[in-house]
């Protein structure tokens, strides 16, 4: 997840993005390939104040969006920093709030790549009961990482969410 970090605007194709920011690629950053680069979104999940609070919403001012059906995504796992980021294997669990205030849980496993070797993001099917969704998080519940690498710089590339959305009244 290297690249030049921006935090993604409120609206981004219809939803509120949290402690998100955008990653474009760049020619020495090919250990995590985008899904339609060049640019995914990342969100560091250990080692830092903002750990465990990425949010995906609908609800952010001059939000047009009432809920989403969720569909899938692509995802995986990397410890950024340094000149490249180095791509681990995980196991992301997603949860979402419904409007109902109901939450569901899924999870998805990214197997342990070859070391430095190009890795396409895996594209993870969402369960049909992730429907009228207000909120997303995301959040790794295991992790493969090599000896002698730290925790710290742990962080989820998430790329080509797709969803319905539907209108508020």
Avoid: H
Avoid at 26 to 54: C, K
Avoid at 66 to 82: D, H
Avoid at 119 to 139: A, C, D, H, Q, W
Avoid at 145 to 164: C, F, H, K, N
């Amino acid at each position: 997840m290297q690249g030049t970090p921006m935090p993604v605007p409120d609206g981004y194709f219809g939803l509120g993005y949290r402690n998100w920011a955008i990653v474009t690629d760049e020619p020495a950053d090919q250990t995590l390939v985008s899904g339609s680069s060049p640019n995914r979104i990342g969100a560091s999940v250990f080692g830092t104040a903002l750990e465990g609070s990425n949010l995906i919403t609908t609800e952010y001012p001059g939000s047009l969006v009432s809920s989403v059906t969720l569909k899938s995504f692509r995802y995986g796992c990397v410890i950024a920093g340094g000149a490249v980021g180095i791509v681990i294997g995980c196991t992301i669990e997603v949860t979402v709030i419904k409007l109902d205030g109901t939450s569901v849980s899924q999870s998805f496993d990214f197997p342990a790549p070859l070391p430095l070797t190009p890795v396409e993001m895996k594209l993870g099917t969402i369960n049909p009961s992730f429907t009228g969704v207000k909120e997303i998080r995301m959040k790794i519940t295991n992790s493969m990482i090599p000896a002698g690498l730290s925790e710290v710089g742990l962080a989820i590339g998430v790329d080509d969410l797709t969803y319905e959305s539907f209108p508020r009244p």
